[in-house]
């Protein structure tokens, strides 16, 4: 099943709850929180109380991406605020099997995520442990950036390990996710596409999110 998860990244903040909910009207199965530090990716975001606020206006689940140094410091926070999805980066976890169990403990869907520059096979041994892998299709940081098309084989991989192992993890999508190009990722394997500018960067956020939703919904009746 695809799923379609707008990302408040590139929504209006000041029209936030109204936004949401219109995405929501717009097929939209999970909102994709990205959660930065300054630190780990150069951009100052938003916090748990956003989070909070969110769990307000919508019964979706909420997608926290965490893109912070020490992640295991914030899980229990972001937990308590009303996440339901959380993940965090490879490269930012010294101790990654303890910290996906630790997100876990808080009762949250686990996920992983890797960079573009980083191989899929840094996963290998935690890939029974996750929910889900997040594989960010551009350097993240920063809305509306380009896709980066050398990424697609990482979800291929992805999906070809999942089947070789008998696993059950989904593959998620982030960055540069819009009608050029939200075909070609989901013929790659991608399941869950976080999609922001895409969805309100211009227009109605209700009528891009099921535009998009049906692109992605036609590609995979012709998934490769």
Not at 42 to 68: A, F, Q, W, Y
Not at 132 to 159: C, D, E, W
Not at 163 to 179: F, H, K, P, W
Request: proline fraction near 5%.
């Amino acid at each position: 099943m695809i799923e379609l998860a707008p990302s408040i990244l590139s929504a209006d903040f000041a029209r936030l709850g109204e936004q949401v909910r219109a995405a929501c009207q717009g097929g939209a199965h999970v909102i994709h929180v990205d959660i930065m530090d300054g630190h780990f990716v150069p951009n100052l975001t938003i916090g748990p109380p956003v989070v909070k606020s969110l769990r307000k206006v919508t019964e979706l689940p909420l997608d926290c991406h965490l893109m912070i140094d020490n992640p295991d410091e914030f899980i229990p926070v972001f937990a308590d605020a009303g996440a339901n999805w959380i993940s965090v980066h490879q490269e930012a976890c010294l101790h990654l099997n303890r910290t996906l169990h630790l997100i876990k403990s808080h009762g949250c869907l686990t996920g992983v995520v890797i960079n573009p520059a980083t191989p899929v096979e840094t996963l290998s041994e935690v890939l029974d442990i996750v929910d889900y892998v997040l594989v960010m299709s551009v350097n993240p940081g920063f809305g509306a950036q380009k896709f980066i098309p050398s990424t697609m084989h990482k979800m291929r991989r992805l999906a070809d390990i999942r089947s070789q192992r008998g696993l059950s993890y989904r593959i998620e999508v982030d960055g540069g996710v819009a009608l050029d190009t939200v075909a070609d990722v989901v013929r790659a394997g991608a399941e869950i596409l976080v999609a922001g500018n895409a969805v309100f960067g211009n227009g109605d956020p209700k009528k891009n999110a099921e535009s998009l939703l049906r692109a992605a919904t036609e590609a995979a009746l012709v998934r490769i």
